[in-house]
């Protein structure tokens, strides 16, 4: 892949399932250079297994487990270890309470 998004961090809300579209996206990002955080509600052993891929590709990424409709938590972690996200991928019927999620 010619992308280069290295640096960036990006949060996937609710890629904790292996097949998923959403870990697709986290292994595509991380390829591309970008650190992954994937929030799941769930399936942290799922989420962990992806995580563990994406870091092949040389970047950070960690799982976080919360409900990531209630955002404050999600975005206080995400601003306390990166500072800030660059990208943002939730599903297209998920609900935030707010639509302003880290320092982007």
């Known amino acids: 892949m010619n992308l280069s998004l290295k640096g960036n961090v990006a ?46 590709f040389g970047v950070e990424a960690e799982v976080f487990m919360a409900d990531a409709s209630k955002s404050k938590s999600c975005n206080e972690y995400v601003n306390q270890k990166w500072g800030k996200a660059n990208i943002v991928r939730y599903p297209y019927n998920y609900t935030l309470e707010s639509r302003q999620f880290g320092k982007i």
Do not use: P, Y
């Not at 399932?17 to 994937?38: D, M, Q, Y």
């Open 11 to 56: 949060v996937l809300i609710g890629a904790g399932r292996v097949n998923g579209v959403g870990a697709a996206t986290a292994l595509l990002l991380a390829e591309a250079g970008c650190n992954i955080l994937i929030n799941c509600h769930k399936n942290e052993v799922q989420a962990t297994q992806i995580v563990n891929e994406c870091r092949k």
